[in-house]
């Protein structure tokens, strides 16, 4: 069965950094496009950052270019996202995403961004 494990989240001061892991298992990692999704309370899900199959393109949203990268291994069946510069908006669920449509969600680990 498809998992999604995401971890990594946790409390972090004000232009602090934070690695993101999402670690999956029950298909093809490496023929699956990753994406990473955040999610603040009362907002819409967004995406942050996705990254083709191979790797070989990232793509990420204006506010997180720069701040934000996102990797994987496909060894590891494991895709990253790390985390430089945090500010307080940058607070959110984040949830790990499979495919395009339709894919896989992870439960979400959650980022905290505060002084």
């Known amino acids: 069965q498809v998992q999604l494990v995401e971890s990594g989240g946790g409390l972090v001061q004000p232009g602090g950094s934070l690695r993101l892991s999402c670690a999956a298992s029950g298909f093809t990692f490496s023929s699956y496009a990753m994406s990473w999704y955040r999610q603040a309370p009362g907002k819409e899900r967004e995406l942050v950052a996705r990254i083709t199959s191979a790797g070989g393109s990232t793509t990420y949203v204006d506010s997180m270019k720069g701040r934000f990268t996102i990797s994987r291994d496909n060894a590891k069946n494991t895709v990253y996202l790390q985390m430089n510069s945090l500010k307080p908006e940058d607070t959110a669920v984040y949830y790990c995403?499979?495919?395009?449509?339709?894919?896989?969600w992870g439960q979400g680990t959650q980022v905290t961004v505060s002084s």
């Open positions: 995403y499979a495919g395009y449509y339709p894919g896989y």
